[in-house]
Nanobody, 122 residues
Framework: VQLQASGGGSVQPGDSLRLSCVGS????????VSWFRQAPGKERQFVAA????????AYADSGKGRFTMSRDRAKNTVFPQMNSLKPEDTAVYYC????????????????WGQGTQVTVSS
């Protein structure tokens, strides 16, 4: 499956943003789909994941209570809804697809999107 991430932008603290990860070549519902992010000068870190059936299965502590994952099967798309954004959420966000249950390991992922920049600043 090929992944295309989009929806990033520049927002103010407290704002919301919804990213998109569109799949092509295969149904995204066949995979667990996760989002990672990489801030300048830092390692890429796991953010959240959604199971093939559509239910969210994992969130990093940084996103709990603020980020919600959803899936639109007809559009072959996964959406993370990010609310109450903070400056520390500033990063390039990547979506990735896996069959593995080891969601926090980057090596478990078969396909990655190209990344979309999210900047949170007043």
């Amino acid at each position: 499956v090929q992944l295309q991430a989009s929806g990033g932008g520049s927002v103010q603290p407290g704002d919301s943003l919804r990213l998109s990860c569109v799949g092509s070549g295969r149904a995204l519902s066949d995979y667990r789909v996760s989002w990672f992010r990489q801030a300048p000068g830092k390692e890429r870190q796991f953010v959240a994941a959604i199971r093939g059936g559509g239910g969210s299965i994992a969130y990093a502590d940084s996103g709990k209570g603020r980020f919600t994952m959803s899936r639109d099967r007809a559009k072959n798309t996964v959406f993370p809804q990010m609310n109450s954004l903070k400056p520390e959420d500033t990063a390039v966000y990547y979506c990735a697809a896996t069959f593995s249950v080891d969601l926090r390991s980057e090596n478990a992922y078969l396909s990655w999107g190209q990344g979309t920049q999210v900047t949170v600043s007043s």
